[in-house]
């Protein structure tokens, strides 16, 4: 079983950043994919960046240059750090892993973008 909690979303301005966190407990490994997707009102959820050991990262178009996706092993946390939001990356925002096949939500952490 595997638990992931987000944390750090909040309402920004436009231009503003934004670092998110998912904290992982449980049966986690360190090359256990790991991702961030997000979901506005009206859309389907939609990947944003994701991360594999050993591999680039990989990100949506609409947040290349713009987002950051790391991982803290020793910390079992990912994290997403957003800069020069825009009101379009406003959404709840999930973590998400990938563990022996098995997918894991978190909760979701709302980011909201004022222009």
């Known amino acids: 079983q595997v638990q992931l909690v987000e944390s750090g979303g909040g309402l920004v301005q436009a231009g503003e950043s934004l670092r998110l966190s998912c904290a992982a407990s449980?049966?986690?490994?360190?090359?256990?994919?790991m991702g961030w997707y997000r979901q506005a009102p009206g859309k389907q959820r939609e990947l944003v960046a994701s991360?594999?050991?050993?591999?680039?990262?990989n990100y949506a178009d609409s947040v290349k240059g713009r987002f950051t996706i790391s991982r803290d092993n020793a910390k079992n946390t990912v994290y997403l750090q957003m800069n020069s939001l825009k009101p379009e990356d406003t959404a709840v925002y999930y973590c998400?892993?990938?563990?022996?096949?098995?997918?894991?939500w978190g909760q979701g952490t709302q980011v909201t973008v004022s222009s």
């Open positions: 449980g049966s986690i490994f360190s090359n256990s994919a």
């Open positions: 998400n892993a990938k563990v022996l096949g098995s997918y894991y």
């Open positions: 991360i594999t050991s050993g591999r680039s990262p």
